[in-house]
């Protein structure tokens, strides 16, 4: 018989519960999103209702005992996922090993523990401290969980509108949060690895891709990966725990780890969602205790390219033809009639609401699959993706290619 799937998400991974829903594994796949605040807002509820596959609920404690598999495809979710997995049944998500993402000054621990390398960095507290102590070009992250309050910047000592932005923005907050600032690191060659990990183990195969930032994604599937970045895939799989089990991605630039992602990657997420075959199989074998399947990807590169829109807090929708469904994502999504619409985010609006992905058997049929399915799409005016994207992602493959990366 098969089992029931709860997935319990933040609001961006709805493409996820209908990856799952549409896998035939499970004989239903709920989907819930929190929408409770002071004043909630419509666009909250909206997340996840009207496609057939998934069931949207709004109500988590009447429904748990309804599900016997959970899912958690997003961070802050690891004392929920302890106590399902303890009152309950199966679990899939990062559990407590999420802190290697969320808590930014543990991964530079990390990287210290392992004598991995490190950037050269600072922790400051407040953005008054940042903007007297940094050097110019220097990289500053929030060295906490609050995600939405900035993006990754750089100092620019000649221009101070991000100091004063981010002061107006915090409040009296601005200096009581603490900043890590990195030194850059000249080296612009930037890979990564793309995986699944299960019982905090990772899976093999995986992929091996390189980023154009909040525009596209090429990766190729692999069996094995550079020396460097074995190394740090060795280091994070001694430290994960057996309760792990989700994807997890990285970013490594001039050997350094500059970035861990604990959650599902965008990208390339949506990329993996179309090309791993039996996606639905994993995560159920990881929650009920069973084999866990080898990834079974359906071509050897992948290409993602981000559909961006140009006033972010407002509603968009998309008309999706049914032989493109398989291949066009959007974040927060929810469906009216035959429109595929994506909600506006309650925080500091991303400009990243969709992708679409191209697969093939090399990089470059992925590439003219990923522009095919967007000219076949034909994006409303309110919504683009770059047409310097693929250029800017060969010119990477062409870095790669020198540096022995890339066959």
């Known amino acids: 018989m098969r089992p029931k799937l709860l997935v319990i998400d933040n609001g961006l991974y709805v493409e996820f519960a209908r990856t799952l829903a ?47 598999l959970f899912a958690f495809p997003d961070l802050y979710w690891a004392d929920m996922q302890d106590w399902v997995r303890k009152n309950i049944g199966g679990v899939w998500g990062s559990g407590r ?18 004598k991995l390398r490190q950037p050269h960095y600072n922790i400051y507290k407040g953005i008054d ?51 890590i600032v990195e030194a850059p690191i000249r080296d612009a060659h930037e890979p990564g690895f793309d995986a699944i990990v299960a019982n905090g183990a990772f899976l093999w195969p995986m992929l091996l891709g390189y980023e154009e930032k909040d525009k596209g994604y090429i990766g190729r599937v692999v069996e094995e990966l550079p020396e460097t970045l074995d190394d740090i895939r060795k280091a994070i799989e001694s430290t994960l725990s057996p309760t792990y089990s989700n994807f997890l ?7 350094v780890l500059i970035d861990i992602t604990t959650r599902v990657p965008q990208p390339p997420g949506d990329a993996e969602f179309a090309a791993i075959l039996n996606l639905g199989e994993i995560v159920r074998a990881v929650a009920t205790g069973g ?20 006033d972010p807090k407002r509603f968009h929708g998309l008309f999706v033809p049914h032989e493109l469904k398989p291949f066009v994502f ?18 500091e609006a991303l400009l990243e609401v ?54």
């Open 22 to 68: 549409r896998s035939g594994r499970f004989s239903q796949v709920g989907y819930f999103a929190p929408f409770a605040a002071d004043f909630p807002a419509a666009r909250d509820l909206a997340v996840g209702a009207g496609f057939p596959e998934i069931k949207r609920e709004y109500t988590l404690f009447e429904v748990l005992e309804e599900y016997e």
């Open 249 to 255: 991605s990285t970013e490594v630039r001039g050997k």
């Open 97 to 114: 090993d999420e802190y290697l993402e969320v808590d930014r000054e543990a991964l530079l621990r990390f990287l210290q523990k392992h």
């Open 354 to 407: 969709g992708a679409v992905v191209g697969l093939g058997n090399s990089e470059d049929e992925a590439f003219s699959e990923a522009q095919r399915i967007a000219k076949e799409l034909s994006l409303p005016d309110d919504l683009r993706i770059s047409d310097t994207t693929v250029d800017a992602l060969k010119k990477k493959l062409d870095k790669a290619a020198a540096k022995g990366f890339w066959a």
């Open 291 to 310: 084999k866990v399947p080898e990834p079974d990807f359906s071509h050897a590169f992948v290409c993602q390219l981000v559909i961006i829109a140009d």
């Open 129 to 179: 401290k940042v903007a007297e102590w940094a050097d110019d070009g220097d990289i500053v992250k929030v060295n906490s969980a609050f995600r939405g309050d900035t993006e990754t910047f750089r100092v620019n000592l000649t221009n101070l509108a991000w100091q004063h932005e981010l002061a107006l923005r915090l409040g009296p907050l601005a200096n009581l949060i603490e900043f």
């Open 330 to 347: 959007m974040n927060r999504a929810f469906q009216v009639g035959d429109i595929v619409w994506t909600a506006p985010q309650k925080a």
